[in-house]
């Protein structure tokens, strides 16, 4: 599509800014991290990783969801930031990190080698993305009953609340909703990743 040749342009003008360093994508789950950091990473030919994905290839159980059943959400994020520690001394890569990284001021001191782009996306669009797609891996939303868009509002809002503050001390934040609104939209799901990573590039 035309997004994605525009990115492709786009990112041989900024890889001389971002000279080498890794680029940490953090934020609230379901903001589009994993999805985003991949295309950024094709476009730019950097390598991309997922620091969920790397949690569970080192702890040798195949979803978060089952490394907090068997084990417990300390146990991963002691994974997590083993994790990222390990990366922060590679070049050129992009991460995509899991939405609670932020919480914890060591995981900064690793993440900060790197350029740290917050994806801020609203908490409706979250939910909506997330009752779409399902909670069975997002553990800390997963719920029994009840209508899937509104528990995962809730539960969303509650986690934010927390985190905000954590959010915020990343080099730039990327708003979804201020680019919805500088294109004349007021649905930030008219934004596809490749026009979001496009807009990642403006903070290299
Ligand atoms: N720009 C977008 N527009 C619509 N859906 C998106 C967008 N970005 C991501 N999604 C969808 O939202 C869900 C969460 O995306 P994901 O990349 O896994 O987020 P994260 O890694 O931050 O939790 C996925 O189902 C994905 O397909
Ligand atoms: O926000 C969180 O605390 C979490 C986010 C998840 O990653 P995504 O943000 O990629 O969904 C994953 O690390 C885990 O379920 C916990
Ligand atoms: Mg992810």
Known sequence: ?????????????????????????????GSGKTTVGKIIAEVLGYSFFDSDKLVEQSVGIPSVAEIFQ??????????ESEVLRDLSSMHRLIVATGGGAVIRPINWSYM?????????????????????VGTASRPLLHQESGDPYAKAYAKLTALFE??????????????LENI???????????LTPSAIAIEVFEYF
């Open 1 to 29: 599509d035309n997004a994605m040749v525009f990115a492709f342009q786009k990112a041989e003008d900024v890889l001389p800014y971002l000279n080498d360093r890794c680029v940490y994508l953090v934020g609230m789950m």
């Open 70 to 79: 068997v084990h417990s959400e300390a146990f991963f994020r002691d994974n």
């Open 112 to 132: 900060r080698k790197g350029l740290t782009i917050w994806l801020d996306v609203p908490l409706d669009a979250l939910a909506r993305r997330i009752a779409a």
């Open 162 to 175: 927390q985190r905000m503050d954590s959010y915020a001390n990343a080099d730039a934040r990327v708003s």
């Open 180 to 190: 919805a609104l500088k294109q004349g939209h007021n649905d930030v799901n008219v």
